[in-house]
Every structure is written in C-alpha cells, then in structure tokens.
C-alpha cells in the first residue's frame, strides 16, 4: 500500500489519509445494484465488516455521513416520550443526545467534565436509581473525539447490561483502530463511519445490529423512512438494499478491509497504540500538555494544550504552510486546544514527519511571543 497522491499530510481526525489500493478499487466499472455482481461486492463488505466489529450479527451499511448512521440508531429504536440516558464525556455525546431529542425522546444527559471518561460508579449508581427500568436506552461515545478520550466500554457495556436498557455505541472514531468486540460485550448497536479508521472517503455509515436491537425496531414508532433498517434487513437477506447504493464507495470498503483484514486486527490495534504512544511523547517532549485524563488517552487523535500565549488557531495556520493539517478544538474548547489525529492508514512516520515540523513551528512562535510580548 502506498498512500494517495496528495500535497499535504492530514493530521486529522477524518477524513483521514486514503491508501492508493482504495483509491483504485474505487475506480472500477460501475454495475447494476441489482445483480449478482452488487451481491458479491455486498457479501464481502458485509462479512468484512462483521470481522472487523467482531460480531456474527448482522451490519448494514448507509450512504450517510457517521451522524447519519448516529440519528438512524434514534429512530429505529425509539418512540416519541421514550427515557434516554445519553452518556456524554464530549462534543460527539452531546449530538448523539441532540438527536435524540430533536426527534421527541425524554432525554436526560449524565455528562462528565470534557476531558475525562465516564465515571462507572455514577452511571451504574444512575441505572441503579431507575429500579422500574424506565430507561429504554443508553448512548455512549467509545472514543470521544473532540477530547482524545477513551471510555472504558467493556465496564460500561456491563453496567448497562445488568441493568437490561439497549446500549448504542458512537464507534466512529474508534473502529478499525481499537479493540471492539460487539458480541462478547453484548453491544445492541454500534455506528462508525468509512472516514475513520476504515481508510476510505467520507461517504458511508457503517452499523452493526444485535437481536435485541431488531426487537426494538420492530416495536418502536419513531417516523422514519429512508434510515428504517427494516427495509434494509429485508434486502439484506439477498445481498441487495432498498435504494440505491454508493457502490463506488463500496468498492473502496471491500479493499479497505480487506487490507485491514490481511494486517490483521491485533496487528492494526497494536500499530495505532504505538503511533499513538509516539504522538504524545513527542508532544509533550516539545512541551506540550496533554489535554485529557492520563487513564484514558485515545489511541486515534491526541488533544493538546498549546504553551502559554499562543493560539491553537496560529499553530495550525503555520503547520498547514509546511503542509499539515491538524484539528482544532470544538465547541468549548476551540481556542484551548488542537488536535492531531492518528488514525487508519497512518504510520509513525506520518506523525514523526508532523512532530518535526511541529518543533520549528514551536520554536518560532515562542520567539514570536518572546519578542512581542
Ligand atoms: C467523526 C465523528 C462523528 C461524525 O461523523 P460524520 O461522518 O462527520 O457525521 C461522530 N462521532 C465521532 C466520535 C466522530 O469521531
């Protein structure tokens, strides 16, 4: 693999870097969605994905951005006037429960200072409070990519478990990069998206659907049409979909993972923990402060302080003229941090290249503030 033609290096947290075999794949012939070629394109994007979830259930696959994927998990398995519990540790939890909202459910949000993960003992002693099981479901952002934090999901996903509330996972930022294992933690829905770290353009939402999910779809009244995952389970079943699918994106999927797939997931986990590991101390070896909990520091994007006086925005202006892009900071944190983001088809010597250019930057800028006060 090597990685697309392209004049500058994306530091950011996706769309991130698309290797050329992906690009290529994207490049065949288009076909009849409903022919058994598109089957044999479906069968393999759906298997792939299954092992890449961990999960002998059944995926499916949206022409949607992630927030497509995120507001067809609410409608699906929901009515109007159902309890959500929307866990939220950041910017990406706080739209998994606007969402929620925006379509009628009772939303209470259990949010935790942005920055820091989800602290077990106050969600399990919430659940514990809803002794009628009042609550239906339980939103939960794996890696919350606004704050480059990590929940602990297996401890979560059995806190909510004992409890018996459906358990949607926000996995956008962390599939094909993290360990997740939907059905040993008995995850109900998970949602990511081709732009993370699937290694493909922006353009697909990808979910995985337990049993218990379908139950609740079947029986929940919330208006929906073009996101209803009946429709798509019907087909499903055919290898079809009920409307048209982006099957050149779907092309690129298939090779995505199955490049995936070849590296293998340990493999793929343990090269994203250590560009990860080589993110921060370079960081912080430039004096840098690491914005997160320590315990939970996301192994896909790394949020970080700038040094006193300079602006996360002039960082980023000055790292774009040497030709990286890195992530600023969202909704409160905007002029508090940036972002630099290490996922998908990302090597070390992608983030050294950043770290080297981010030195000079540094080193000019503190002369800047130096000078002029
Ligand atoms: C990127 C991201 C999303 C949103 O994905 P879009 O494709 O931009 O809609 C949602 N959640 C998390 C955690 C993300 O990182």
Redesign the pocket.
């Known amino acids: 693999m090597t990685a697309a033609q392209t004049t500058e290096t994306l530091l950011i947290?996706?769309p991130t870097p698309v290797p050329a075999t992906v690009t290529s794949a994207m490049t065949a012939a288009m076909i009849n969605h409903r022919s058994e070629s598109f089957t044999e394109l479906a069968t393999a994007v759906h298997t792939g994905l299954q092992a890449v979830f961990q999960t002998e259930q059944e995926t499916i696959v949206l022409p949607a951005?992630?927030?497509?994927?995120?507001e067809s998990v609410i409608v699906n398995l929901l009515s109007p006037g159902d309890r959500v519990l929307a866990v939220t540790i950041g910017n990406?939890g706080e739209?998994f429960a606007d969402i929620a909202e925006t379509y009628g459910a009772a939303v209470e949000r259990l949010a935790f200072p942005w920055g820091e993960a989800v602290d077990c003992d106050r969600l399990a002693a919430r659940l514990n409070e809803d002794r009628n099981g009042e609550i239906k479901l339980v939103l939960v952002?794996?890696?919350?990519?606004?704050t480059g934090v990590t929940n602990p999901l297996p401890d979560i996903a059995a806190i909510v478990r004992r409890h018996g509330a459906l358990l949607a996972v926000?996995?956008?930022?962390?599939l094909a990069a993290v360990n997740f294992r939907f059905d040993e933690w008995q995850i109900d829905v998970a949602v990511s998206?081709s732009?993370?770290a699937l290694m493909c353009p922006?353009g697909l939402?990808v979910l995985a659907i337990g049993e218990r999910a379908w139950q609740a779809a079947a029986q929940a009244t919330m208006p929906r049409y073009y996101f209803d995952w009946q429709g798509y389970r019907k087909s499903f079943h055919n290898r079809h979909t009920p409307y048209t699918p982006a099957v050149s994106l779907m092309y690129g999927l298939r090779e995505a993972l199955r490049d995936i797939l070849d590296e293998g997931l340990p493999t793929v986990f343990a090269r994203h923990a250590a560009v990860a590991e080589l993110c921060r101390q370079g960081s912080t070896d430039l004096g840098l402060e690491l914005f997160a909990d320590p315990r939970y520091l996301s192994e896909t994007v790394t949020a970080l302080r700038p040094p006193a006086g300079v602006s996360p925005a002039l960082i980023r202006q000055r790292m774009r003229q040497r030709g990286f892009v890195l992530a600023g900071g969202q909704g409160q944190l905007k002029d508090e941090i940036f972002r630099i983001g290490h996922l998908g088809y990302i090597r070390e010597q992608d983030v050294q290249r950043g770290l080297d250019a981010l030195k000079t930057v540094l080193a000019e800028l503190r002369e800047e503030v130096a000078v002029n006060g």
């Open positions: 947290p996706g951005a992630g927030t497509g994927g995120m990406f739209r952002t794996h890696n919350e990519t606004s926000d996995a956008v930022s962390s998206g732009q993370k922006p939402a």
